[in-house]
């Protein structure tokens, strides 16, 4: 351990913000990166733990605490501090393919579970991993790095979310030819279209999406396995297959009016405005609009907010969000919420920052609860009628309590619900006879992702539900060491 005072003696930092006025004016990364020296400086915090459990991912009563990718985080952080930056490059590649992705869109579940953060602010993980990968593309030392031979195996992908770029880059170093499938026009999954371009520019995702090409990985865009590609040509020219296709079945909202006009799910709005962004700046007007229009988001997680940062640059002409939870606090409760639990407080992310900018108020409306939507003449959404509630558990099972008197009536002209996914679509695996659980994801253990056809494997949301990219990440590294035990009958694989 380098500095042993370093978390004494520096303050956390992590990547600032460009001023919220300036940036809802455009589609740039609304972040500045740090200079190197501040980067060291936050390195140096990293306590060098006795028992460090930021690298140690589990899940501890439904929430994920640590990283599930087993991260090296002390030691990258280590020599961060020692200004040994390709060093630290080389141990954050280790245990995952994707550091750029993860040092921006996880929410850090590595940071909920830092020792320093018992009573201190916890290491900058986060941005300490996401200057470390810049750097190392900055440098030139991230470069391809193709396989020696070829196995002459071949091995589908389908879905090239962060799941499936993770199979198939394991595979591809195993050296299997790869080739993934993707429906959309580009390439990336919800890293692409279900993250906004100032959160994830989709520069970032390309520029490794390029990489994975030039080591030999082959890439089909505009290509729907089960449509455009049918399932019996896949199971004959490929020796193994695997299914990353996500959960991208929207969670409804079953109350009176949710078919008018007006309402979205969060996902059609966000991918509509990042296609047309992307295709021409906005100007084909192939996008959910919010211009001047009274806008409601229905959900307090990160999608929900990713909708508010695209209504503001819309110039909506109003914004809330709806949270079914009571305001958290500023701290955990350590009765209920103990470390190294995710800690389960009160947050100002980025979209309610530039919401509060744009509108003066902080657009959260908490322990609210949707009773219908109610339309106009034109079959348009024109009122959202809404109730209070209070949760409570009772044997373990969450039950909400309506509060007479706290009935309310929103204007609202768009509609954007934010609730989460329900599972996986259902077409290709019909097609393929794969085995589903309840809740309709695909039926494949855990360590071994195999399905009930042989040759098949399932990883991701497909097979866990809507979860994290970095278990994302997780689960397709592993699904790739089990294919490719299953083609060689022995893997070098982690």
């Known amino acids: 351990m380098g500095k042993q005072t370093g978390f004494m ?14 940036r809802i004016k455009d589609w740039n990364d609304y972040t500045i990166p740090m200079n190197d020296s501040e980067v060291q400086r936050q390195g140096a915090r990293c306590m060098g733990c006795g028992v460090p459990t930021c690298h140690v991912g589990m899940e501890i009563n439904g929430i994920t605490t640590g ?26 590649h280790e245990k995952n393919n994707f550091p750029e992705f993860t040092g921006i869109a996880c929410p850090a579940p590595c940071e909920g579970a830092c020792v320093l953060g018992i009573n201190e602010p916890a290491v900058a993980i986060k941005s300490i991993e996401r200057a470390i990968v810049e750097k190392g593309f900055e440098e030139g030392w991230i470069t391809p790095n193709p396989p020696v031979r070829r196995t002459g195996k ?39 279209y279900g993250i906004p371009e100032m959160k994830l520019p989709y520069e970032i995702v390309e520029r490794r999406i390029r990489l994975l090409e030039r080591e030999g990985i082959k890439f089909q865009a505009n290509t729907e396995v089960g449509k455009d590609y049918p399932v019996k040509k896949l199971q004959e020219e490929f020796d193994a297959i695997i299914l990353t296709g996500g959960a991208t079945v929207h969670r409804h909202i079953e109350v009176e009016g949710n078919s008018l006009k ?94 509060v900018n744009k509108h003066g108020d902080d657009p959260r409306a908490y322990a609210v609860a949707t009773k219908k939507f109610v339309g106009d003449n034109n079959g348009h959404i024109k ?108 893997t070098d694989l982690p």
Not at 9 to 22: F, L
Not at 67 to 91: D, F, M, S, T
Not at 435 to 455: P, Q, W
């Open 9 to 22: 003696e520096y303050d956390r930092k992590t990547r600032s913000e460009r001023n919220p006025s300036i």
């Open 383 to 490: 009122e959202v009628h809404t109730i209070n509630v209070k949760t409570r558990y009772e044997n373990g099972k969450k039950i909400r309590e309506e509060i007479p008197g706290t009935e309310k009536v929103w204007p609202a002209d768009l509609v954007l619900i934010a609730i989460g996914f329900q599972g996986p679509e259902q077409s290709v695996l019909e097609q393929l006879s794969i085995e589903r659980n309840a809740n309709t994801t695909v039926k494949a253990e855990y360590g071994r992702y195999t399905t009930n056809v042989d040759g098949i494997f399932a990883a991701g949301d497909m097979r866990r539900g809507q979860s994290l990219i970095v278990w994302a990440i997780h689960e397709g590294r592993e699904v790739a060491r089990e294919c490719d035990r299953f083609l060689m009958e022995e």
């Open 262 to 355: 007006g309402v979205h799910p969060a996902m059609d709005f966000l991918h509509t405005n990042t296609k047309s962004l992307l295709d021409s700046n906005l100007q084909d007007g192939n996008y959910i609009a919010a211009t001047d229009k009274n806008v409601i988001v229905i959900g307090g997680g990160d999608t929900g907010t990713d909708c508010l940062a695209t209504a503001v640059r819309h110039n909506c002409k109003s914004l809330t969000q709806f949270d079914i939870y009571e305001k958290k606090g500023l701290e955990r409760d350590w009765d209920t919420n103990p470390w190294p639990q995710y800690p389960i407080i009160h947050r100002e992310e980025y979209g309610h920052k530039e919401a």
């Open 67 to 92: 990283c599930p990718l087993n991260h090296l985080i002390p030691e990258w952080n280590q020599l961060v501090y020692e200004g040994k930056w390709k060093e630290a490059l080389e141990r954050a």
């Open 154 to 192: 071949k091995v589908a992908v389908v879905g090239s979310g962060p799941a499936g770029l993770a199979a198939a880059a394991q595979l591809n170093k195993a050296g299997h030819s790869v080739t993934v499938f993707e429906r959309d026009d580009r390439l990336g999954g919800l890293l692409t």
